[in-house]
């Protein structure tokens, strides 16, 4: 309910700004069913930017369209087959993901949303990788899956879709405060040769072209994501090193407590928007 | 003829041997507001050569920000993160061109715009788009003198005026 009326007074919001590029005024409403947040207020802690935006709001008509509809969105499939792997027995203890949470819908549903979360437990900030990789280990008796590969990335997008339409909402404070800290001074660190940091890129230029392509606000929420470019899904780190590479740096590697950190940071600059995942993206 | 020998010969021997006349990049002197007022090379720019390095992805790729109306029909996909340089040597003159292009960070601070003539003095340096660490420090600037000198040249022929 909050939801609908969020956006109808986005849409509404949108109507009255007049002339913007078709693309980006459309909205995103999946399967004709689930209302996607792609532009809201930005969250307080936010110092330079007004309103955020989904990648989605930034791409053309044809891709905004693959994302409209699960039957035209190529990351479906790998939802699928994680659907099969988390009723997969695996490991010393004879358990599947679904021995102890149910069906994804029953057992993951807002969970993406509040990614990465501080564990208790552990004393440790996760993301959802760590998550799942900790349930494997610890629960399943079973082996690690690497940051990257298939069974992960796509095991991260069958639990983001059961949040998809919910607001991302990560906690910054608290346990978490000092690494959320050390995100943000990541994203306005300059890196590399080209010299050059998220933020050069995603806050002060976002709307721009960068030779061909349409810089967006570098958010998070629609992640997994599958890029046509690669035909597969992409984690949120394997981006994040890839931003990184462009600007002729070294990069951090994929589950480093840099891109661990830097990953609540991103996250935390999209509370509000709706969780997405998997988006469509070039 | 002269200039072909010259560039061959950097190209073989690489950047760490400079030849005679050239400016290395950390002897290069910025006036008070990023002007470079000597050639990095004594070595007439070649304003042809300037334009293709402005225009390809793996040279100065200065599209990649800039818009440029006379490039406009060979070189697709031109930015919109820096200001479109159609007149620029109006605005600029030579010396102040060539600060621009050595490290622009002289003339605009702050600024998204990369220096071109540096070779130290980065965060996590890589080796080109590998990923991997750079392998020396200082590192090869993006640019050499020449192609520096060159691309300046290609400035300062875009005129409305």
Redesign the interface.
């Known amino acids: 309910m909050k939801l609908k009326s969020l956006t109808s007074a986005l849409a509404v919001l949108a109507l009255s700004a007049g002339a913007v590029a078709a693309a980006e005024d459309s909205e995103l409403i999946i399967n004709g069913d689930i209302e996607i947040v792609t532009r809201t207020k930005a969250p307080a802690h936010m110092e330079n930017i007004d309103e955020i935006r989904s990648g989605w709001t930034f791409r053309s008509e044809e891709t905004q369209a693959l994302q409209m509809d699960d039957f035209d969105n190529p990351g479906m499939i790998f939802v699928d087959q994680a659907r099969e792997t988390w009723d997969q027995v695996d490991g010393s203890e004879g358990k599947s993901c679904a021995s102890c949470h149910g069906t994804p819908e029953e057992g993951m549903a807002g969970v993406r949303a509040v990614y990465p979360k501080w564990n208790e437990a552990a004393g440790e900030l996760r993301t959802l990788e760590m998550q799942i990789n900790d349930c494997r280990e610890n629960r399943m008796g079973a082996e690690k899956w690497g940051w990257n590969a298939g069974p992960m990335v796509n095991m991260t997008a069958l639990i983001s879709v059961q949040s998809r339409g919910m607001p991302v909402n990560v906690a910054i404070d608290g346990p978490v405060q000092e690494i959320w800290e050390k995100g943000k001074e990541i994203y306005y660190t300059r890196f590399g040769q080209l010299d050059l940091s998220c933020a050069n890129c995603h806050e002060q230029n976002y709307d721009n072209l960068i030779r061909a392509d349409h810089l967006s606000q570098g958010q998070i929420n629609g992640f997994p994501a599958y890029r046509l470019k690669n035909a597969k899904l992409n984690s949120i780190h394997n981006r994040f090193k890839g931003c990184v590479r462009d600007t002729r740096a070294e990069t951090f590697k994929e589950g480093s407590p840099e891109f661990i950190a830097l990953e609540l940071y991103v996250a935390s600059r999209g509370n509000g928007l709706s969780v997405e995942g998997p988006s469509v993206r070039n | 003829m002269k200039r072909a020998i010259l560039s061959a010969a950097c190209l073989f021997a690489g950047a760490s041997l400079v030849s005679a006349a050239e400016v290395a990049p950390l002897d290069v002197k910025f006036d008070d507001y990023g002007a470079v007022e000597q050639s990095l090379t004594g070595v007439a720019g070649d304003p042809a050569n300037g334009r293709k390095v402005m225009g390809t ?1 793996s040279l100065g ?1 200065c ?3 800039h818009a440029i109306s006379e490039m406009a029909e060979d070189v ?6 820096g200001p479109v340089l159609d007149g620029v040597a109006d605005r600029w003159n030579e010396a102040e061109l060539r600060g621009i292009v050595a490290n622009s960070k002289k003339t605009f601070e702050g600024t ?1 715009m ?2 071109y003539y540096q070779t130290t003095g ?13 392998k020396s420090d200082p ?1 090869p600037p ?1 640019l050499s003198a020449q192609q520096i000198e060159d691309v300046v040249a290609y400035l300062m022929t875009l005129k409305e005026e």
């Open positions: 992805k790729n599209v990649s920000c697709p996909f031109h930015g919109e993160v998204v990369p220096a980065y965060n996590r340096p890589g080796d080109a788009y590998t990923g991997k660490a750079a590192m993006l």
